[in-house]
């Protein structure tokens, strides 16, 4: 899938209109492993970039989800309450976490494309 | 999202190469680089655990041995539990307690022909060597089996697969041990574990560990399992787990786990730390290691704070997680002991927010040990 530009911290998010779609990399659900929970913020707040947008828990330990670009939450996958394990299954598709109406597009220049975040997760050597 | 500094100074066991072959995870825990999980990962190792039967590699654990006939006598001085007692053969979980009656590692004693053999807590064995060199009597010797691996075949399945290998193992009954020949090697076999099923655990000397792993594995009711569902099988079943749910800080009787002393040692004393054991033994700890069940999905970590009805803080969760076969969170702690009580409702305060919980009995699931 093309289209989706990734943060250090291995979160993604897919542009349309002036709204992004948040979730995990695939990478970050294959290292989490079965994720058992998700906390998600409420509809209606603000995140800064690489402020903690949510909470993904799997059975060992939480982990923080960072916003990968500023913006007010206009949306949550209420699916993932129900069903979790839907980041591991479809981690940059069914298994988003927050929609974001962005507040400084200027911030996704800073974001790798598909092909950089590649590199960046070989370079990570880690398997 | 990774919190592991580097593997090159951890200490590798005999079954290194089987775990990579396995496609397993390798971190840094107590000194070793050991599987947290393998392809199939946590969720599905734990269950089918549960349904089967699972092999682990247990080898960072420390295996002592003391010999001489004073031996059981000279251990019964450094721990509360009745070893002296013990028929051969038989086995005690047990703890070494400090002078205050804190627990400086908890550990399981076999009683063997030659003596006792000890199986003690990887992160503690250093230490454990020290007080038992420094504090054992001079008559009993001491010798670290570094040079034996120990697996842990566990689950339902378990007596079955093992009865193929070492004829005879199935007439052990759980807390019995014996020696078995297996491929020809010279073979422990405990029946216990960590997970509250039926099971084994297997010492060989470090040279027959791939073939015991190899023949294990390749039975079609066994799949690797990582360290990751060890610690969610052994939470489920209420166990404690050295450094998190005891420590120097924690005591025996705190801890839930007076069952362990005998009658004997309860009256007679002659451990470290038995004036406070006793008299919590008849007064009453002041807190209490409990089951907690949080209401919703939110698990509840390490280091959660407990609130009373009223908002006060009246414990903290000591291990917590999600536990696949109770199919939701699950935690134990310490709290005070008047509100160690079956069924009190409590709060969680689990990222800043109170979340409803309740006291519960432990384990989560039950224990299927075999006592025939």
């Known amino acids: 899938m093309s289209g989706l530009k990734y943060s250090k911290d291995h979160e993604w998010v897919r542009i349309e209109g002036d709204v992004g779609t948040v979730g995990i990399s695939d990478y970050a659900q294959e290292q989490l492993g079965d994720v058992v929970y998700v906390e998600l913020p409420e509809v209606g707040r603000t995140v800064a970039q690489n402020e903690e947008a949510a909470v993904v828990e799997s059975v060992k330990a939480a982990s923080e989800v960072y916003a990968p670009v500023s913006g007010e939450v206009v ?40 092909a950089a975040y590649a590199d960046y997760v070989a370079g990570l050597g880690d398997d | 999202m990774s919190d592991d500094a580097g593997t090159d100074t951890l200490a590798r066991t005999p079954l290194h190469d089987e775990h990579r072959a396995l496609g397993a995870t390798l971190v840094g825990f107590a000194g070793y680089e050991m599987p947290v999980r393998y392809a199939a990962g946590i969720m599905a190792e734990h269950t089918h655990t549960r349904a089967a039967a699972g092999l682990f590699d247990v080898s960072h654990m420390g295996q002592l041995r003391l010999t001489g006939s004073g031996a059981a006598d000279a251990l019964e001085r450094l721990v509360p539990g009745d070893i002296a007692g013990l028929a051969p053969w038989a086995m005690r979980y047990t703890q070494f307690t400090d002078d205050e009656g804190g627990i400086l590692d908890d550990l399981i004693a076999t009683r063997t022909d030659y003596g006792v053999h000890l199986v003690v807590n990887a992160s503690c064995k250093e230490q454990d060597i020290a007080h038992l060199e420094r504090r054992l009597d001079a008559g009993v010797g001491l010798s670290v089996l570094s040079e034996r691996a120990l697996v842990a075949l566990q689950g339902p399945r378990a ?38 099923e039926d099971g084994f655990e297997i010492s060989v000397p470090e040279d027959a560990a791939v073939a015991l792993w190899r023949c294990l594995v390749a039975e079609p009711e066994v799949e690797p399992v990582g360290l990751g569902a060890r610690d969610s099988l052994r939470l489920e079943a209420g166990l404690c787990l050295y ?59 390490e280091g959660t704070p407990v609130l009373d009805a009223d908002g006060e803080e009246i414990g903290t969760v000591t291990s917590g997680g999600f536990g696949p076969t109770a199919g939701g969170p699950v935690a134990m702690g310490y709290v005070a002991a008047e509100a160690a009580e079956i069924g009190r409702p409590v709060s969680l305060l689990v990222r800043g927010k109170p979340r409803p919980a309740a006291i519960v009995k432990l384990p989560f699931v039950p224990h299927t040990y075999h006592r025939p």
């Open chain 1, 75 to 114: 949306e949550v996958n209420q699916a993932l309450e129900d069903d979790p394990a839907l980041v591991n299954g479809d981690a940059t598709g069914e298994g988003w976490f927050v929609k974001l109406r962005l507040s400084a597009p200027g911030e996704l220049d800073g974001l790798m494309d598909e």
């Open chain 2, 159 to 196: 007596a079955a697969v093992l009865e193929r290998h070492a004829p005879g193992c199935t007439r052990l009954a759980f807390m019995t041990a014996g020696t078995f020949a297996i491929g020809g090697a010279d073979a422990l076999v405990s029946r216990c574990g960590y997970t509250g």
């Open chain 2, 243 to 301: 450094g998190h749910d005891i420590d120097e800080t924690t005591s025996p009787v705190e801890a839930g786990l007076a069952w362990s002393i005998g009658k004997r040692r309860r009256t007679g004393g002659g451990f470290p730390g038995a004036a406070r054991i006793q008299q919590e033994l008849a007064e009453g700890p002041k807190r209490r290691r409990v089951g907690i069940l949080p209401d919703g999905k939110a698990p509840a970590r």
